[in-house]
């Protein structure tokens, strides 16, 4: 049988993103709604055929303990949410999709890792591009030596912040452009280079005076050092677009751009002094799919995800080094 889920927060990634492609799936259906909203729920409910007794207010939530087809919860609620209502699943027995930013800090993050492990129930994070096609070539070809040794990646991400909403109030989101969409920069970083960064160096930028930004940064840049000598220069921003990254070996490179949006990756490649665009044929499952699916197989097979939630706690702490480097005018040093 599939697999069900309970999507927890009814808001624009999860109702314009996850839920319309739940029916693609192989292995999961989607059988449960949670949201405090009630004209919500009546909505999607009635859309998604979910019965009454399968949509659950945020007071409600704990009794999902008691339906059987619910399998794996998936809370895409704002950031500071993810760990309490993740904990509450994993106590409930299910398995559990968080999205990214996996929490606020790293301490919450170790106590989902906890709580799943207690309930002997995956935990997984929304790290999407880890089942995107362009993506996953990147990483073979940057593994394959294509570029030669690794010397350099440059990652950069940001947008244009929409003002008033919860991503720019601190004690929802956690931080600013760093939590919401640089950490594409910083995750791409560290699966390009396939090791831990051992020292950390960033620079904070944010005109105070611009109302979207009275409690969060705009501009956070940061330098890492790997143990191998490569460095990665990262960019993230609330006021200007950019997605693309790069990785430059001492025989080529290899960049996307976009490199982590929903759709349109493009890839150029550059090997013996010629520079091209690379087809990359897509997978059966887009990335959104591929990401459902696995996560369903892991928790069928009993399978580690290839994005646990270990994954998110190390963004997380280095989340904390950079906003500490940035802080304090000086670089970190990691363990
Ligand atoms: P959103 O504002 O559209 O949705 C948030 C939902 O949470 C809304 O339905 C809102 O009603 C609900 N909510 C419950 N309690 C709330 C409260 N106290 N304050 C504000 N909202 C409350 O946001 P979104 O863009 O859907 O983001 C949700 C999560 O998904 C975030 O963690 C974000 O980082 C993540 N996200 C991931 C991706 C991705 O590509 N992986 C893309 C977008 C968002």
Same mark, same amino acid.
């Given at each position: ?48 055929? =979910? ?73 997984? =994070? ?93 501009? =956070? ?9 490569? =460095? ?104």
């Amino acid at each position: 049988r599939k697999l069900g889920y309970a999507i927890v927060g009814l808001g624009s990634y999860a109702t314009r993103q996850i839920m319309p492609r739940i029916k693609e799936c192989e292995f999961a259906r989607l059988t449960a709604l949670v949201s405090g909203t009630p004209e919500k729920l009546e909505r999607y409910g009635s859309e998604y055929n =979910i019965p009454r007794t399968h949509r659950y207010s945020y007071a409600e939530y704990d009794r999902i303990r008691d339906n059987p087809d619910i399998d794996l919860v998936y809370v895409i609620l704002p950031n500071s949410m993810h760990a309490e209502y993740s904990i509450r699943a994993s106590q409930a027995g299910k398995h559990v999709l968080c999205e990214k930013p996996m929490a606020v800090s790293a301490a919450e993050c170790e106590a989902m890792i906890a709580a799943a492990r207690k309930a002997n129930r995956k935990l997984m =994070i929304g790290y999407r591009s880890r089942f995107e096609a362009h993506n996953r070539h990147a990483i073979e070809l940057v593994r394959s030596g294509f570029a030669g040794t690794p010397a350099l990646i440059t990652a950069e991400h940001g947008f244009n912040a929409q003002p008033n909403q919860w991503r720019l109030d601190k004690p929802m989101s956690g931080g600013g452009s760093l939590m919401d969409i640089g950490i594409y920069s910083l995750n791409a970083a560290r699966y390009l280079a396939g090791e831990e960064p051992a020292e950390i160096s960033a620079m904070e930028y944010t005109d105070r005076s611009d109302p979207r930004f009275r409690t969060v940064e705009d501009r =956070i840049d940061w330098q890492m050092r790997f143990p191998s000598g490569l =460095i990665a220069n990262c960019v993230s921003r609330y006021t200007s677009n950019h997605n693309a990254y790069r990785v430059t070996g001492d025989k080529g490179w290899v960049g996307l751009e976009p490199a982590t949006s929903y759709a349109g990756q493009q890839m150029w490649v550059r090997a013996n002094g010629k520079t091209e665009q690379r087809f990359v044929p897509a997978l059966p499952k887009n990335q959104f799919v591929g990401q459902l699916d696995h996560f369903a197989e892991c928790a069928m097979s009993g399978r580690e995800p290839l994005v646990p939630g270990e994954e998110g706690l190390r963004d997380l702490r280095l989340i904390e080094a950079i906003y500490r480097s940035a802080r304090e005018h000086r670089a970190v040093k990691l363990a």
